[in-house]
């Protein structure tokens, strides 16, 4: 059954027009991601759908809408498949029930970033999630290209940043990696990667300029899900809804083609699936380049190998999941992240 899954790439989180902070519209976002191979993209405007009469098929990318509700003082939340906007609310949990209540997802947004006060004039505020007592969201996006880059950077270090724009936004947020281990350990949590992508010109002499390349974003945090459906919106949405995802950070490879999948007697599940554990389960981890590859259990690493594939038996059950790493530019950088297999 492995063979039949397709792999299709998506950024999510891009801000358009209609957010009030970036001058992208529609045919910029549809350049960049055709430019870089993108199968799907998600607009999530602040606080807006303006967008969703857009939603369709551009020739090859499929083109889907949803909001970041965005109060001001922080508790950020990505809804996605919803049609009708949700207003900013003080409450956090309110905000999550109604995404719920339209039957769709919800993922917390840039958890811990507490904003950039070292790059004036941008000057970046922060945004927290501010209330983990909290139920009922769909995830957490456990990369952040705009925010985990751009809470490091300085002054000094942005041109060298601008130039290689994969040499510092190359890591999640650590505090956003162990919330997301603690909350797989209670309940399963979808993680997905975004790119936060906003379009910002600044005028230099009678010209304007981007203050940071708009196609960048379409070439840093990619989520990948897995299918053996075409695909479409409901799909697109199924898989990220079951788990059936991973993050990449592009900048270093394509990994369309990467697996982990666990397999039994007589099941088998891939990420983001629940089965139960049996003697003799194994689980194996394809990647179409060669990387350190490293399993982690409830949070905690327990094999680590380089090559193309790793397999591995299972002596116990657990919340399992990967993480890849790349060596570039004299380090080794987080390539892949997959959702966990759940071992009851």
């Known amino acids: ?10 950024v999510i989180h891009i801000h358009t027009i209609h957010s009030g902070d970036s001058e992208a519209q529609l045919e910029d976002i549809l350049t960049c991601a055709e430019r870089f191979g993108v199968d799907f993209v998600i607009i999530t405007d602040h606080n807006s759908l303006e967008y969703k009469s857009k939603e369709g098929w551009y020739d090859n990318i499929l083109a889907l809408v949803g909001e970041e509700v965005s109060p001001p003082e922080g508790n950020h939340y990505l809804a996605l498949n919803i049609e009708e906007l949700i207003e900013p609310s003080d409450s956090p949990q309110k905000t999550i029930n109604r995404v719920r209540e339209q039957g769709g997802l919800g993922f917390i947004e840039h958890p811990f970033f507490y904003g950039n006060h070292h790059i004036h004039p941008f000057n970046i505020s922060p945004s927290p999630w501010k209330d983990w007592n909290v139920n009922g969201f769909t995830g957490i996006s456990i990369f952040n290209y705009t925010s985990d880059g751009g809470e490091r950077m300085r002054i000094y270090t942005f ?12 890591r999640p947020n650590v505090h956003t990696i162990k919330k997301w281990n603690e909350l797989t350990s209670l309940r399963k949590t979808v993680g997905i990667g975004t790119v936060d992508a906003h379009l910002y010109r600044v005028d230099i002499g009678p010209f304007r300029a981007p203050a940071w390349p708009f196609s960048y974003y379409f070439n840093s945090i990619r989520t990948h899900i897995l299918s053996r459906e075409k695909l479409s919106s409901t799909t697109v949405y199924s898989a990220i809804r079951d788990g059936h995802c991973y993050i990449s950070h592009n900048y ?24 139960s554990f049996k003697e003799g389960m194994k689980l194996s981890i394809y990647s179409p380049l060669g990387v350190t590859f490293r399993l982690l259990r409830n949070g905690a690493p327990i094999t680590e190998t380089i ?6 038996r299972v002596e116990e ?16 950088k987080p390539w892949v992240f997959t959702n966990p297999i759940y071992i009851l």
């Open 252 to 275: 270093l490879g394509n990994p369309k083609g990467f697996l982990f999948w666990a397999e039994s007697s007589d099941s088998s599940a891939i990420m983001g699936d629940t089965i």
């Open 317 to 332: 059950p657990g919340v399992y999941r990967v993480e890849t790493y790349m060596y570039h530019r004299l380090l080794w």
């Open 159 to 170: 041109p060298i940043y601008y130039a290689f724009p994969g040499l510092d936004k190359d």
């Open 307 to 312: 090559g193309n594939f790793l397999e591995y």
């Open 1 to 10: 059954m492995l063979e039949r899954l397709s792999d299709y790439t998506g």
